[in-house]
């Protein structure tokens, strides 16, 4: 099972990023929380909590899942694909990773362009999910 807990829901994603997804397993989008720039350390240990809190409960559902219905030996786990505020997610992926959930990023390839005007525009183009290293080690 992959969790998408980002500002671009997987409705959005192109076809290369879709297939991607498609080997963790079941994908599933949780939206990114809005976070309120002048939010102070506590803010940040609340919002973490909570949805610390909503993944294990989905990790939970996942788990009891594979017990009534053992999947295939070459199935996959449970990750969750987390890109977002940095304060947020260092803290969450913290937590998770002690939790023994594996988190990854999304990589991306820039393309800029500028116009007549100096105006730039940034085009992302999807290349990998990545595994964030272990805060651990």
Known sequence: MLINL????SAQW????????????QLTNLPFPHIDPEGGQQYIRNLVQEYLQKIESLYEKFQLQAIKSPPAEDSVGFYVHI???????????????RAGITCLASTTRRETIVNGDGLKISRFEFVRFREYISISN
């Open 83 to 97: 890109m977002g505020e940095l304060t947020f997610c260092f803290g969450l992926i913290a937590r998770l990773q």
């Open 14 to 25: 192109d076809e290369t990023q879709q297939l991607a997804a498609a080997r963790y397993g």
């Open 6 to 9: 980002s500002n671009h829901p």
